[in-house]
C-alpha cells in the first residue's frame, strides 16, 4: 500500500494538501501513542490515568522532536525532501499533546498544581513549565494560515526557534524535578533509566543535532564565498 502523497501543484494552504498531511499526521500520532503505552504498561505493570498522562508527556516530547530535526534530516538526506511538509503538523499535534498533558496535571496531582496553584506559582517547576507552554502556544499561533502569510517563510521559520529555547526549558524543569530518582539511578545503573531521563537526553540531542546542521550550513556558505573571492557573513 503506497502513502497517501499531495499533489506535487498543491499548495501548502489548501484543504487538500493539509487534509492529506494531517491524516499523516494522524496515523503516526496512532502508532507512537499504542508503542508508548504498551512500553509504559510494561514498566509500571498497568495501566492507570497516570500512566496515560505520562504516555501523553512523551508523546508530545517525540513528535515535537520529529518536528524540529525533519529539517536537519532533510538537509542532509535529500529523500527525505517530500517530508519536510509534516514538520508543521508534527509541531501542532506535539503542542495539543504538551497542553493536554498540562491539563492532565490538574487530576494527577490537585493539591499541587490545581489547588496549590497560586501557592506553587513562583517554584522553578511552574515557572519553566509555564514559559514553555507560552512558547509552544506563540509557535501554535504564528502557524496559523494568516500568519505564516503575513511573516513570510523566512521570519516565521526564525519565530519557530523559540520552540528549542521552551524545549530546553521543559528538559531542565524535569531534571530539577527528578534530580534524586536520576542521582541514584547513575549511582547505581539498574533497572530501567527513569522515562523523564531519557525524554530529557533525547532533547538535548535534538538541539546539538539542530546546532551541527547550522554549523554545517555556515562552513559550507563560508567556503563557497571563499571560491568566488568572498568573505561570507559573519565571518
Known amino acids: 500500500m503506497t502513502m497517501e502523497q499531495p499533489k506535487a501543484s ?4 489548501e484543504a487538500s494538501y493539509k487534509g492529506v498531511m494531517w491524516r499523516k499526521t494522524l496515523r ?13 504498561y510494561l514498566i509500571d505493570g ?6 496515560i498522562s505520562k504516555v501523553t ?3 508530545a516530547a517525540l513528535l ?4 524540529f530535526a525533519l529539517s536537519g534530516f532533510c538537509y542532509y538526506w535529500d529523500f527525505l525532501d517530500s517530508k519536510i511538509g509534516l514538520r508543521k503538523y508534527l509541531g501542532l499535534m506535539g503542542f495539543w499533546l504538551a497542553l493536554a498533558y498540562s491539563l492532565s496535571l490538574l487530576v494527577v496531582d490537585p ?23 507560552a512558547f509552544f502556544n506563540f509557535m501554535a499561533f504564528v502557524s496559523r494560515d494568516s500568519m505564516m502569510r503575513k ?41 530501567f533509566p527513569p522515562p523523564r ?39
Open 111 to 133: 493539591d499541587r498544581y490545581f489547588f496549590g496553584f497560586f501557592r506553587n506559582f513562583w517554584t522553578v517547576d511552574f515557572i519553566l513549565g509555564l514559559i514553555s507552554m
Open 46 to 51: 498497568s495501566i492507570t490515568f497516570v500512566t
Open 197 to 235: 531521563l531519557l525524554l530529557s537526553l533525547y532533547v538535548v540531542a535534538i538541539i546539538l543535532f539542530r546546532l551541527a546542521v547550522e554549523v554545517s550550513k555556515h562552513m559550507k556558505n563560508a567556503h563557497k564565498a571563499e571560491t568566488r573571492g568572498e568573505v561570507a557573513p559573519g565571518v
Open 64 to 67: 515535537i522532536g520529529f518536528s
Open 151 to 191: 511573516m513570510g517563510p523566512h521570519r516565521w521559520r526564525m519565530a519557530l526557534r523559540w520552540g528549542y529555547v521552551a524545549w530546553l526549558f521543559l528538559a531542565i524543569r524535569a531534571a530539577i524535578i527528578e534530580q534524586d530518582i536520576w542521582i541514584a539511578y547513575f549511582r547505581t545503573l539498574k533497572g
Open 57 to 59: 508527556a512523551a508523546a
Open 10 to 13: 498543491t499548495s501548502i494552504f
Open 28 to 40: 503516526l500520532t496512532f502508532y507512537l501513542y499504542v508503542a508508548l503505552l504498551w512500553a509504559m
